[in-house]
T-cell receptor, first 111, second 111 residues
Framework: DGGITQSPKYLFRKEGQNVTLSCEQNLNHDAMYWYRQDPGQGLRLIYYSQIVNDFQKGDIAEGYSVSREKKESFPLTVTSAQKNPTAFYLCASSMRSNEQFFGPGTRLTVL | GQNIDQPTEMTATEGAIVQINCTYQTSGFNGLFWYQQHAGEAPTFLSY??LDGLEEKGRFSSFLSRSKGYSYLLLKELQMKDSASYLC????????????WGLGTSLAVNP
């Protein structure tokens, strides 16, 4: 079955540690996205990538980094520079229709 | 700016009809999406409007007026499972791979 996977569903880290969230898709989509969602707020774009080996900053890129070495994979690293990393992180992908398909999300808690 | 405005909360009764509005800035408008998001889950695609008019899909319909910068999502024969957040998102010319998201409308369906 085609789809987007994110793992793990829940992730706990100590303050000051970097953590990498995985996102894999087998939909053959060109574009991939990372969003952050906080309680009662909308989706905020962190980074997006339209093709392999290329990515652009979104609205809240500070404290995050990404890579796009393969079409199927778009991992997000939350660095220690991110002031308030506890949030629900959503990965999405899209083809030319622009309809974005979302993974199940990773809920990151920094202790 | 490219603000997307929608009501924060709405309440309706099981079996009734509810209309959720969304307004956006018309300059450079390309297309408009509606997504449904249940608590703790990822958003799922409901509809995509590019042209003026009403598009019906089962119990859900979506309307667009490009000249007025206005859309609504119409939910008929409401069921308890329709309790969710409904997100309006818009793409603009120049970067139609990037969605601009509203904050979402939290709909509570009561028995």
């Amino acid at each position: 079955d085609g789809g987007i996977t994110q793992s793990p569903k829940y992730l706990f880290r100590k303050e000051g540690q970097n953590v990498t969230l995985s996102c894999e898709q087998n939909l053959n989509h060109d574009a991939m996205y990372w969003y952050r969602q906080d309680p009662g707020q909308g989706l905020r774009l962190i980074y997006y990538s339209q093709i392999v080996n290329d990515f652009q900053k979104g609205d809240i890129a500070e404290g995050y980094s990404v890579s796009r070495e393969k079409k199927e994979s778009f991992p997000l690293t939350v660095t220690s520079a991110q002031k308030n990393p506890t949030a629900f992180y959503l990965c999405a992908s899209s083809m030319r229709s622009n309809e974005q398909f979302f993974g199940p999300g990773t809920r990151l808690t920094v202790l | 700016g490219q603000n997307i405005d929608q009501p924060t909360e709405m309440t309706a009764t099981e079996g009734a009809i509810v209309q959720i509005n969304c307004t956006y800035q018309t300059s450079g408008f390309n297309g408009l999406f509606w997504y449904q998001q249940h608590a703790g889950e990822a958003p799922t695609f409901l509809s995509y409007n590019v042209l003026d008019g009403l598009e019906e899909k089962g119990r859900f319909s979506s309307f667009l007026s490009r000249s007025k910068g206005y859309s609504y999502l119409l939910l008929k024969e409401l069921q308890m499972k329709d309790s969710a957040s409904y997100l309006c998102a818009v793409t603009y010319a120049g970067n139609n791979r990037k969605l601009i998201w509203g904050l979402g409308t939290s709909l509570a369906v009561n028995p």
